[in-house]
């Protein structure tokens, strides 16, 4: 059966994914039929994040191909791109949440330290 999957590449802590239509009885990363695109998830600044020709896809999916989970997800997003856009606001605010709490845990701790330091001052006049 042909499978339409993520085949990785890159360096080490920056990875590079090539969408491949390949046999699902082969290993992640070995020899494919064709490629059909690539996913860049590090991409910064002007570098692509995510390239698909649409006419081979649809031809592997006529072929009857399957996708995986995740390049399913990424076909929503390439033919969207607000799906991304959604997602990263979300994750903003999510960051958002954490940064203020931790935030006052800190002042509440710095609170804390000033009010133990005037106790001992007053016990120290006494």
């Given at each position: 059966?042909?499978?339409?999957?993520?085949?990785?590449?890159?360096?080490?802590?920056?990875?590079?994914?090539?969408?491949?239509?390949?046999?699902?009885?082969?290993?992640?990363?070995?020899?494919?039929?064709?490629?059909?695109?690539?996913?860049?998830?590090?991409?910064?600044?002007?570098?692509?994040?995510?390239?698909?020709?649409?006419?081979?896809?649809?031809?592997?999916?006529?072929?009857?191909?399957?996708?995986?989970?995740?390049?399913?997800?990424?076909?929503?997003?390439?033919?969207?791109?607000?799906?991304?856009?959604?997602?990263?606001?979300?994750?903003?605010?999510?960051?958002a949440v954490v940064?203020?709490?931790?935030?006052?845990?800190?002042?509440?701790?710095?609170?804390?330290?000033?009010?133990?330091e005037v106790s001992?001052?007053?016990?120290?006049?006494?």
């Amino acid at each position: 059966m042909v499978k339409i999957r993520l085949a990785r590449g890159g360096a080490k802590k920056k990875p590079f994914y090539s969408i491949v239509a390949t046999d699902s009885r082969k290993r992640r990363d070995s020899g494919y039929i064709e490629r059909i695109g690539y996913f860049n998830p590090v991409a910064r600044g002007q570098e692509v994040r995510l390239t698909i020709e649409e006419e081979r896809l649809e031809y592997w999916t006529s072929k009857g191909a399957q996708l995986s989970d995740r390049v399913q997800q990424l076909i929503k997003e390439f033919k969207d791109p607000s799906i991304r856009e959604k997602r990263v606001v979300a994750q903003d605010a999510r960051a958002a949440v954490v940064v203020a709490k931790l935030a006052a845990e800190a002042k509440a701790a710095a609170e804390a330290e000033s009010a133990t330091e005037v106790s001992s001052e007053e016990a120290a006049a006494e």
